[in-house]
């Protein structure tokens, strides 16, 4: 009798490894640690900017995305101390919001007039 190996398992495409990240993020309390937040600070983005030309109000959820992708999600340092990676060393994102030059003094509240 001859025995056969068994098929070797087929390497996962890094959109199936994405999609096992986002299942067990449904499982996982950490993934949704900054909701709160996310929701209370795009509501307050959504008031100052309502009416503004061509606006369209964001979906909290969006930016959570945004927030999961940038930090790499609660296993990593940057989920606890920077999820938006904003203000990084040698990330010039954070001097173009607030210099006003790139339009950050009409998108967000603290700094328009």
Not at 13 to 40: F, G, V
Not at 85 to 111: F, M, R, V, Y
Request: net charge neutral; hydrophobic share 35%.
């Amino acid at each position: 009798m001859m025995m056969t190996q068994p098929a070797a398992a087929k390497a996962r495409s890094s959109y199936e490894l994405w999609q096992d990240t986002i299942d067990a993020s449904l499982k996982d309390r950490r993934w949704h640690s900054h909701d709160c937040d996310l929701q209370r600070i795009v509501a307050e983005l959504n008031r100052h900017l309502s009416g503004k030309g061509g606006y369209f109000p964001l979906d909290w959820r969006i930016v959570k995305a945004m927030v999961w992708t940038e930090s790499g999600g609660p296993n990593n340092p940057a989920w606890h101390n920077n999820p938006m990676q904003i203000g990084n060393s040698g990330d010039p994102g954070l001097a173009a919001l607030l210099s006003g030059k790139e339009g950050g003094k009409s998108s967000t509240p603290e700094h328009s007039s």
